[in-house]
């Protein structure tokens, strides 16, 4: 029997990413997307496409999206619909607060945990919970940190029978999200996939249009940028006004805050 994963899958690339790892290292993998009523759900449309062509090329992988949208009218976040706009720059100015969703990685958390923990049990093996956490994690995330994830994950196996079956495999905890694209083009090799039919169907953008392309100037779309040319390859995502104007913000925001 293949060594047992459960991956959140965002749609995004760093998850996206974990998925390649998982599977180019022979793991079986359960992949979660939840709908909470991200302005973004683009990326949920992503990660559908990206399990669709995983399994045309022989890698399948089980797949379930979760609805939370009974929750989109009762979260204070601009993340979510109705909320203010999303903010643009850098994530480490003050005003990108506004994107933290509460509680949103103890929600997912919650639900993953008993899904790892149900195919434990009823396959009698250990399981993997994979994250694509990193050193770059945003403290204005506390969800993010190393103290939450080990209050949870205390909390989990003092609240199960058998929870020590169920661990957390974070393989980029040291690394950046050069190191997690880098790891990718790896993965891409090792699969037989071809990187940019892969990373197309990502999204990293907070506020993409109502088509699907990016935008440059949220921080998350410009962190993704960067870890572009750090690799010096050309994003395949479509971003609005096309990849070079993309590029051209990026490298000029990077040098402000150099």
Known sequence: MKKQAVLSLSGGMDSSTVLLHLLANDYEVTALSFDYGQKHNVELERAAELIEYLAKNGHPVKYQRITLQGLVSLLNSNLVKGGEDVPEGHYEEENMK?????????????IIQAVALSIANAKDCPVAIAMG??????????????????????AFTEGNWDADRVAYYTPYLNGDKFDILKDGEVCCEKLGLDFDEVYKRTNTSYKPTAEGLSDYKSASSVERIEAFLKLGRKDPVAYVDGWETAKTHVEKLLADHA
């Not at 506004?98 to 919650?110: C, H």
Request: aromatic share 12%; charged share 30%; glycine share 2%.
């Open 133 to 154: 956490i990193h050193a770059g994690d945003h403290a204005i995330y506390p969800d993010c940190r190393q103290e939450f994830r080990d209050a949870d994950y205390k």
């Open 98 to 110: 506004d994107t933290v969703v509460p509680n949103r990685n103890k929600m997912f958390s919650s």
